[in-house]
């Protein structure tokens, strides 16, 4: 049941991250490095809670009945939400802008990154992902990944599109796995 608790406290400790980012984030004076500190003091708040739970959960053992129901429940709902700091700082890390008034000179003129709307559908699939191993479906993850690749195969010619897409999507995917993993102790 710890690790049912840290599940939730590390999706509550990322929600609050990723508020005070965005706020930080809409300030022009505040400096990009910041915005990425607040994204790492988050991703590694939540590492260090899951970890904790993975632990927890391997040495517990399983559990079943109604508290497992929940316990994938959390699994889910954290793999969706503590995912998006992870996804920005390995996409900062590959060069790709995570501010929408950040700019290089390939940038489009409005300064914003070239895929919108990758927040909420990182979110979409880290859980499809993280709910396809969870109820042992793992052939579900590769019908994610082709209608996402179907939805943004228009819009993947833009400059850094491409890369962002890419690097986006395995943070992502290898996020989910990773809190999923989690939740499968919780069963075995």
């Known amino acids: 049941m710890i690790t049912v608790v840290l599940l939730a406290v590390s999706a509550v400790v990322a929600s609050v991250g990723s508020a005070y980012r965005a706020r930080r984030a809409a300030d022009p004076t505040v400096s990009d490095t910041s915005v990425l500190v607040i994204d790492f003091a ?5 590492v260090v809670m899951l970890i904790a739970g993975a632990i927890e959960a391997a040495v517990a053992g399983p559990m079943d009945g109604p508290g497992l129901v929940v316990g994938y429940v959390a699994t889910v709902l954290a793999a969706a939400i503590t995912g998006s700091s992870v996804v920005r700082l390995v996409l900062a890390a590959g060069g790709i802008p995570t501010r929408a008034d950040n700019r290089d000179d390939d940038a489009s003129t409005t300064g914003v990154p070239p895929l919108r709307g990758g927040r909420i559908i990182g979110v979409l699939e880290r859980t499809g992902v993280a709910a396809c191993l969870l109820i042992g479906w793992p ?5 994610i990944l082709a209608v996402k690749s179907l939805a943004r195969f228009s819009e993947l010619r833009a400059p850094h599109a ?8 395995f943070a992502s995917v290898l996020w989910s ?3 999923a993993g989690i939740g499968y102790l919780l069963g075995v």
């Open 162 to 169: 491409s890369e962002q897409f890419i690097l986006g999507t």
């Open 177 to 179: 796995c990773a809190v």
């Open 42 to 46: 988050t991703s590694a708040a939540v």
């Open 139 to 143: 052939a579900g993850i590769p019908v």
